[in-house]
Every structure is written in structure tokens, then in C-alpha cells.
């Protein structure tokens, strides 16, 4: 039986986040540059995963103790969800903003460099943990680069 279980944890959830964390490495906005910015809708979308993060963890936490295979086959898809939308949130931060948006030469370089690696930081402790202190750093981390990517005024 215990060699059975290794195959079945493999299969069952390393492969599925494998497979949904592996396209998203190779996506970027674009690195030409194009010129085509909408940095506070970025934001926003980050704040939308970082909703569906939440969501996650509150789905793993209700499933958790349950043992059934439609609540396993849900908590599983609940799992692979949270580690999407947290990666989601990492390549944003590395392949758009850090590669387009700042810069060596802004005069706060160094507190907007380390602001936008504070949600990178967070966002993998939203992977590594389902508990919603992870998730409240998440958000707040977030929010903190809010203040550079407004809304634009028409």
C-alpha cells in the first residue's frame, strides 16, 4: 500500500500544479517594449488572484477534514487553484513590473524594488501555506504598490 500512495500523491497533486505553473513561466506582457501599459489594471488583477487566493484557502479549510473522493477531488482542485493564482501574481511582478516599470534611474528605486519583492516573498507564502495570514499579507502587500500605478484620470 505504501508504495502506492507516492505514485497516487505525484498524480494527484504535484503533476496538476506542475501543469498549470509551468505555461504561466513563459508568459510575459511583452518585453519589446511595446509601449502598451496599463499599470493600475495590472494591480488590479493582481488584487482579483490574490481574491481567488482567499477563496482557496477558505475551500481548502472547509474540505480539509473530509474524507470522501468528490471533497478530496475538489480539495485538490482548490490546492492547484491557489498555487495558479499565486504564481499568477509572481510572474506579474517579475515579468512586467521589474522588467518594464522600475527602473534604476527613479529616485525611490530602492524602496519600489523591495516593495515589489515583498509581494513576490508573499505570494510564495500563499503557495507554501493555506492559512489566511498568508493571504492578509498577500493582499496588503499588494495594495502597498497601489500608490505608484493610480487609476488615470481622463
Same mark, same amino acid.
Given at each position: 500500500?505504501? @508504495? &502506492?500512495?507516492?505514485?497516487?500523491?505525484?498524480?494527484?497533486?504535484?503533476?496538476?500544479?506542475?501543469?498549470?505553473?509551468?505555461?504561466?513561466?513563459?508568459? /510575459?506582457? !511583452?518585453?519589446?517594449? !511595446? *509601449? &502598451?501599459? @496599463?499599470?493600475?489594471?495590472?494591480?488590479?488583477?493582481?488584487?482579483?488572484?490574490?481574491?481567488?487566493?482567499?477563496?482557496?484557502?477558505?475551500?481548502? *479549510?472547509?474540505?480539509? *477534514?473530509?474524507?470522501?473522493?468528490?471533497?478530496?477531488?475538489?480539495?485538490?482542485?482548490?490546492?492547484?487553484?491557489?498555487?495558479?493564482?499565486?504564481?499568477?501574481? &509572481?510572474?506579474?511582478?517579475?515579468?512586467?513590473?521589474?522588467?518594464?516599470?522600475?527602473?534604476?534611474?527613479?529616485?525611490?528605486?530602492?524602496?519600489?524594488?523591495? $516593495?515589489?519583492?515583498?509581494?513576490?516573498?508573499?505570494?510564495?507564502?500563499?503557495?507554501? $501555506?493555506?492559512? *489566511?495570514?498568508?493571504?492578509?499579507?498577500?493582499?496588503?502587500? &499588494?495594495?502597498?504598490?497601489?500608490?505608484?500605478?493610480? /487609476?488615470?484620470?481622463?
Amino acid at each position: 500500500m505504501e @508504495n &502506492i500512495k507516492k505514485p497516487i500523491l505525484f498524480i494527484c497533486f504535484i503533476l496538476p500544479v506542475m501543469l498549470l505553473v509551468l505555461p504561466q513561466l513563459s508568459r /510575459a506582457h !511583452c518585453q519589446i517594449p !511595446c *509601449g &502598451i501599459y @496599463n499599470d493600475h489594471a495590472r494591480v488590479q488583477s493582481m488584487q482579483e488572484d490574490a481574491a481567488t487566493v482567499e477563496k482557496s484557502v477558505k475551500m481548502i *479549510g472547509e474540505l480539509g *477534514g473530509k474524507t470522501d473522493a468528490q471533497s478530496q477531488n475538489q480539495l485538490v482542485r482548490w490546492v492547484m487553484n491557489k498555487e495558479a493564482h499565486a504564481q499568477k501574481i &509572481i510572474t506579474t511582478i517579475s515579468d512586467y513590473f521589474l522588467t518594464q516599470r522600475v527602473k534604476p534611474d527613479q529616485p525611490d528605486y530602492a524602496e519600489r524594488l523591495k $516593495n515589489h519583492h515583498l509581494v513576490i516573498l508573499a505570494a510564495m507564502k500563499a503557495k507554501q $501555506n493555506a492559512d *489566511g495570514a498568508s493571504v492578509e499579507s498577500l493582499k496588503k502587500s &499588494i495594495e502597498a504598490l497601489s500608490s505608484y500605478y493610480p /487609476a488615470h484620470k481622463e
